[in-house]
């Protein structure tokens, strides 16, 4: 019986490379951020979608944690969009 792999994150596991991990553990934790940012505000859907210049489905998916749907880009958008700065970190692995 084979020793079963471990990765230090979900990110890492399902990431074909460590750049992709990346990228991902960022745009999760960038959504996770701005979905707080909207519970804060108490909006419904439909407030924050126009607060963030998008759809309303697009904030559900947002809302629901749907990272495959969203690049960097697109949440530094609505992040500037809400008036709030993006700031990124580097650090060693």
């Not at 126009?50 to 949440?75: E, K, M, Y």
């Amino acid at each position: 019986m084979s020793k079963p792999e471990s990765y230090a994150s979900v990110w890492d596991a399902i990431a074909d490379t460590p750049g992709q991990a990346a990228n991902l553990r960022a745009r999760a934790g960038l959504m996770q951020q701005i979905a707080a940012f909207v519970r804060r505000q108490d909006w419904t859907q439909v407030e924050a979608a126009s607060h963030c210049g998008v759809t309303q489905p697009r904030i559900n998916d947002l809302l629901r944690g749907r990272v495959s749907r969203f690049s960097l880009d697109a949440l530094v958008n609505i992040s500037s969009a809400l008036g709030c700065r993006v700031r990124v970190d580097l650090e060693a692995a």
